[in-house]
């Protein structure tokens, strides 16, 4: 029923965990992103901005992280990963996916990829060092709501959403001050680590933890 085009440790991990999650069959097909075949232009048929991931729904592409993300949460309700439609939880659930993938995801594209900005290196090294403090203060943002809220996100319901969170928390990992430097992140960073569904996507994607 699923396909996942994806590169290891990218935006397609919370794609993936929640694949894992929700308990349902896939495919993955492997885009390397260092060979360049994200711009192959079969691949680009499918993902017209030559980005990972990909996922194909009974054979139709679909594209957007956070977009995936709800879609797989949605269609499988009995994998508890996203609140009942309706309730103040969805609304939640809606509001923290969308600040993560609108603020947080675009600001993590620009610090791994500035050059999509400009070919300046001194353009560069000043988008990356004001991406670098914009990202920290999300951080911040976070770690209060989690000091405030509880476990999770969603306060003590574990969600979707914590998924996109804590694979973008992995992608600072050799940023300055890296996520888990902030005390709640830190805690939950464990957290969510010590998930089967981190375990099992690890070691399909061959990634080494981090800390
Ligand atoms: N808005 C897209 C962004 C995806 C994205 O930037 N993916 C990166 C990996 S994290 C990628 O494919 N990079 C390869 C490239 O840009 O050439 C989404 O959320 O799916």
Known sequence: MYTLYYSPGTASMCVHQALIEANVQYTLVLVDLQAGHQRDPAYVRLNPGGVVPTLL????????????LMTVATRHPQAGLAPP?????RAAWYQWIVYLANMLQPAFRLWFYPADISDDADMQAILKAATCRKIESIWARIDAHLLAQGLYLLGAEFSAADLMLIMLMSWSRNMPRPATEWTALHRYAARMKARPSWMKLYALEGLSEWT
């Open 57 to 68: 729904i009974d054979d139709a592409p679909l594209t957007e992280t956070a977009a995936l």
């Open 85 to 89: 439609e309706g309730s103040a939880s």
